[in-house]
């Protein structure tokens, strides 16, 4: 059984870009969130989505977008990319109505905006 | 304001010494209480989580943790560290169902 899996595994972006990086929630999820974990720091929450609709928001700008599929999987795109962004993006999925109680992690995409 | 403190930024053990990591955190009601661990590099692995039941709770690779109401807290032990435990420690609040808010971490290192 896969568990949560992210592509891609590194990014390298420009200031003022766009980016969109991907998540494959655990087989049986069906709710995806996203963290931001910047170096040094412990992770922030930025959205989280379930039947694909955003259901909780963290305090992120609105730079800071997401999809969720119909087969679960979900999108964070970030626009007008700024060196703050910099940073480990981790997905978690978990069954609907468990929320964070049944969380699980993916390994994480690191964004390096130059 | 909400938060989730982790009072001790970097901890230094020898192996085979006991252990214990702090965390306190400040919400309204009893929330869900989590410890993840990280290595350089990877993803977050819970190592344990509580929500209601005994206090005292276990969880994978020999860690317990303990939630005191009455200090708002939920400390992370092991009483023989190894090297290999050597990481990043997380602990992680979950005010409601649906978002986690976690501490600044506690670095670990275990001298030989």
């Known amino acids: 059984d896969a568990g949560v899996t992210q592509s891609p595994t590194h990014l390298i972006k420009t200031r003022g870009q766009q980016v969109t990086l991907r998540c494959s929630p655990k087989s049986g999820h069906d709710t995806v969130s996203w963290y931001q974990q910047a170096l040094g720091q412990g992770p922030q929450f930025i959205f989280q989505?379930?039947?694909?609709?955003?259901?909780q928001r963290g305090n992120f700008p609105d730079r800071f977008s997401g999809h969720q599929f119909p087969n679960y999987s979900s999108e964070l795109n970030v626009n007008a990319l700024l060196l703050g962004d910099s940073a480990l993006y981790l997905c978690?999925?978990?069954?609907?109505?468990?929320?964070?109680?049944?969380?699980?992690f993916g390994p994480g995409t690191r964004l390096t905006v130059t | 304001a909400q938060s989730v403190t982790q009072p001790d930024i970097h901890i230094t053990v020898s192996e085979g010494a006991s252990l214990e990591l702090r965390c306190n955190y400040s919400y309204g009601a009893t929330p869900y209480l989590f410890w993840y661990v990280q290595s350089p590099g990877q993803g977050l692995q819970l190592l344990l989580k509580?929500?209601?039941?005994?206090?005292l709770v276990q969880g994978i690779k020999g860690f317990e943790a303990e939630f005191k109401r009455s200090q708002s807290s939920f400390n992370l032990r092991k009483p023989s560290v190894h090297w290999s435990d050597a990481a990043e420690y997380f602990c992680a609040v979950g005010p409601n169902n649906n978002d986690m808010r976690f501490g600044a971490g506690t670095r670990l290192t275990v001298k030989p």
């Open positions: 989505y379930y039947e694909e609709e955003e259901r």
């Open positions: 978690a999925s978990s069954p609907g109505l468990a929320g964070v109680y049944e969380q699980y």
């Open positions: 509580y929500f209601s039941g005994d206090t």
